[in-house]
């Protein structure tokens, strides 16, 4: 119950806010453009350059939608009155990735009207279409868990914000720097880095190896994300 709590207060917040809807307004002006961009002047069905650029979206779009999250109740002193009720540190992380997930997904479930124009237009291959946006379901789990750490462990919005775009970049870049390491670090790079999973789900390829790292990840941040609420070190 307190998950749910939390998580329905964040969300009431968070779309009664002008924010999220000027936010997800430009995600899909973008998304939109590029999905539009392929179709009517290359005049292909397919979701190539959508996806290409979906990553590069929400490496500023989560970061925006998390960045109040923690960061907002500790500047306001309201954390403390949470957490002297029942509820667990672990409850109070998990309902604010949650409400920020939910956030995000509703702003991503917006384009499912893409791939259903190419379905009804066109003969596109529609298991390769459900693997990507499991891919992109994936990815923006990962990324609203590093939003969520970043935004615990500070007061400030901004500094969140910069914090969490950075491990994500850091993340999506290891796939480019990989090139110029020795191989072993290579091999490390390649599989820390978010865009080397990321990469398989677009082609259609689903793997427990891909779906492990996600999922992995997201228990990692959300973990130190708990540990920093639990030593209150602030």
């Known amino acids: 119950m307190a998950i749910r709590a939390i998580t329905v207060k964040d969300l009431k917040q968070i779309f009664f806010h002008p924010t999220a809807y000027v936010l997800g307004f430009f995600f899909l002006i973008i998304t939109g453009w590029f999905f539009s961009s ?12 959508f996806v290409g650029v979906v990553p590069f979206l929400l490496m500023f779009f989560i970061p925006a939608i998390t960045m109040r999250s923690i960061a907002e109740e500790k500047k306001q002193g309201t954390i403390e009155l949470i957490l002297t009720n029942p509820v667990k540190d672990s409850q109070f992380i998990f309902g604010k990735f949650s409400s920020s997930l939910i956030t995000v997904l509703f702003f991503i479930g917006m384009t499912l009207f893409y791939p259903v124009i190419l379905i009804l237009i066109g003969n596109p291959d529609i298991g390769q279409m459900i693997a990507t946006y499991i891919g992109i379901i994936l990815l923006s789990s990962f990324y609203v ?16 914000f910069i914090v969490s775009f950075s491990l994500i970049f850091c993340f999506y870049l290891l796939q480019r720097i990989a090139i110029f390491l020795p191989p072993f670090y ?6 820390l880095s978010s865009a080397t999973h990321f990469k398989k789900f677009t082609m259609g390829v689903i793997t427990l190896q891909d779906v492990i790292y996600y999922l992995s990840g997201i228990a990692f941040f959300l973990h130190i994300a708990n540990d920093v609420i639990e030593s209150r070190l602030d």
């Open 38 to 49: 392929t179709l009517f002047l290359i005049g292909q069905a397919e979701l190539r350059d």
């Open 145 to 160: 868990s590093i939003g969520i750490f970043a935004s615990a462990i500070t007061y400030n919005q901004i500094v969140a």
């Open 186 to 191: 290579q091999n490390i790079a390649l599989y």
